[in-house]
């Protein structure tokens, strides 16, 4: 494995990691405001 294909990896993961925090977080809202809140997705 070159370096570009490391730095590549790395920016994938982080990449990742980001958004899985970022569902992990949405879904945490979503259970928070519970109901109310799915009415307003199936409106």
Same mark, same amino acid.
């Given at each position: #494995?070159n370096i @570009?294909e *490391?730095?590549n990896s790395? $920016?994938?993961? &982080?990449?990742n !990691?980001t958004e899985? @925090?970022?569902? $992990?977080m949405?879904?945490? &809202?979503?259970? =928070? *405001?519970?109901?109310m809140? #799915? =009415? !307003?997705f199936? !409106?």
């Open positions: #494995m @570009q *490391l730095i790395v $920016k994938e993961t &982080e990449i !990691a899985t @925090q970022v569902s $992990k949405e879904s945490e &809202e979503v259970s =928070l *405001l519970g109901p809140n #799915m =009415l !307003a199936d !409106a």
